[in-house]
């Protein structure tokens, strides 16, 4: 039996500087959260972010095919369960992110559900080689990716929950309970995405809306294009919200089953999430004129709070 490679310390740091540098450049409203956490910690999930960048630039890489962009993921899935396995590697995200898992004993499950959700968009049956030049283009082929509300959360569940359980995981917990408040809390947060979302996604081709859903108020993914009618879908993107704030509650049931240590990054993070979803339905869920997101200064007045929370 061969004995496990293990990096050397210098190698680590590298790896996890890499990961980190990642997380700042990308990760708009994690990264804030990650800063009031213990080094460690925040070093694990930077390498669980990266992994989960690297997932999602395979999967939305529109110069490959579909096929392609499977394969792609498919390999990049293969290379992590070798480094799992103890076989060298010199990708610095596959270091750092086995070394966390390891270190907070996260399940090697979440980790490939986690980039099995991210290969939901690139299923067979919506294949469209060149990516739509703009959502203004009235021959972009639009896919509703689900039909039901319940169909979205199979797929919010494994891109999204499933990071809440690896956040446990590195956060530390011991109650059972603390994993389906996980679960809703990453619900509450892609649902976020999803709305602030709707223009991005459909020049991707992509509507995560509900069919059923945009047909309860006389929509389809076809009023999507050129210059959506903000007032029309309002209504939509309320009852899309209303069932995020739902959720929201949860990532507040959540804080006092995780360690003292992490609960003020957990708070950061809720509160910054809630936050941008208070912003859009303040602009009247008008998410067509320009991306809704939180200004630095709004974002480090939550943090200030996260940080006054672990001083105390």
């Given at each position: ?86 076989e060298p590697s010199d990708d610095p995200i596959l270091l750092a992110l086995t070394d966390a898992q390891r270190r907070y004993t ?207």
């Amino acid at each position: 039996m061969l004995t496990p490679w293990n990096p050397a310390p210098a190698q680590l740091t590298m790896a996890y500087s890499v990961c980190r540098g990642i997380t700042r450049t990308n990760a708009k409203n994690f990264y804030y959260a990650f800063l009031v956490l213990p080094k460690r910690k925040r070093q694990a999930l930077c390498a669980v972010y990266a992994f989960m960048r690297r997932c999602d630039d395979i999967t939305d890489d529109s110069s490959l095919s579909f096929e392609e962009r499977r394969f792609k993921l498919d390999t990049w899935l293969d290379a992590l369960h070798r480094a799992q396995q103890g076989e060298p590697s010199d990708d610095p995200i596959l270091l750092a992110l086995t070394d966390a898992q390891r270190r907070y004993t996260i399940p090697a499950g979440l980790l490939d559900e986690l980039a099995m959700g991210t290969a939901m968009d690139v299923e067979s049956g919506s294949e469209s080689h060149e990516p739509p030049p703009s959502a203004e283009a009235a021959a972009v082929p639009l896919t509703v990716q689900y039909r039901t509300f319940e169909d979205l959360k199979v797929y919010c569940y494994r891109v999204a929950s499933v990071v809440g359980l690896v956040c446990i995981h590195i956060f530390g917990y011991r109650d059972p309970a603390a994993e389906s408040l996980a679960e809703q809390c990453g619900l509450a947060f892609q649902l976020t995405n999803i709305i602030r979302d709707v223009t991005e996604d459909a020049a991707m081709g992509r509507v995560y809306l509900p069919e059923e859903d945009l047909a309860r108020f006389g929509l389809s993914a076809a009023d999507l294009l050129a210059n959506p009618d903000a007032p029309r879908f309002r209504p939509l993107l309320k009852l899309e919200a209303d069932r995020a704030r739902e959720f929201y509650h949860a990532g507040d049931q959540l804080i006092p089953y995780i360690s003292e240590d992490s609960q003020p990054a957990l708070w950061v993070l809720v509160n910054i999430y809630r936050r941008l979803l208070e912003k859009i339905a303040e602009q009247q869920y008008d998410v067509f004129s320009g991306k809704v997101s939180l200004t630095v200064s709004e974002k480090l007045r939550i943090l200030g709070k996260g940080f006054l929370q672990r001083l105390t």
